[in-house]
């Protein structure tokens, strides 16, 4: 499957943004989701996942009450909804797929990645 994250942008602080991961080759109905950001000389970080029937989601500590990763209604993508913005949110995001039917925190757990989309939140 080919992942694409879309959605990214300039920002202020406190508003809202919401990425978008669509996949092309292969249903994403097949596989688990998961959000993963970058930050400037900082290491890959978790964001979010969901499983593969969409009834178990897991986040990271930092993005906790404020980010709600969903699939879309026909499954045809996963969707990240971003309240609350902070400066330190400012990354590049990537979308990945797991062949797992869990939703995992870890990277190495992913089979497929996305080229991300970058946001920025300005304060």
């Known amino acids: 499957v080919q992942l694409q994250a879309s959605g990214g942008g300039l920002v202020q602080a406190g508003v809202s943004l919401r990425l978008s991961c669509a996949g092309s080759?292969?249903?994403?109905?097949?596989?688990?989701m998961g959000w993963f950001r970058q930050a400037p000389g900082k290491e890959r970080e978790f964001v979010a996942s969901i499983s593969r029937m969409g009834s178990y989601t897991t986040y990271g500590d930092s993005v906790k009450g404020r980010f709600t990763i969903f699939r879309d209604t026909a499954a045809t993508t996963v969707n990240l909804q971003m309240n609350g913005l902070k400066p330190e949110d400012t990354a590049v995001y990537y979308c990945?797929?797991?062949?797992?039917?869990?939703?995992?925190?870890?990277?190495?757990?992913?089979?497929?990645w996305g080229r991300g989309t970058l946001v920025t939140v300005s304060s």
């Open positions: 990945a797929a797991s062949q797992q039917p869990f939703a995992s925190t870890f990277a190495g757990q992913y089979n497929y």
């Open positions: 080759g292969s249903t994403l109905r097949s596989y688990s």
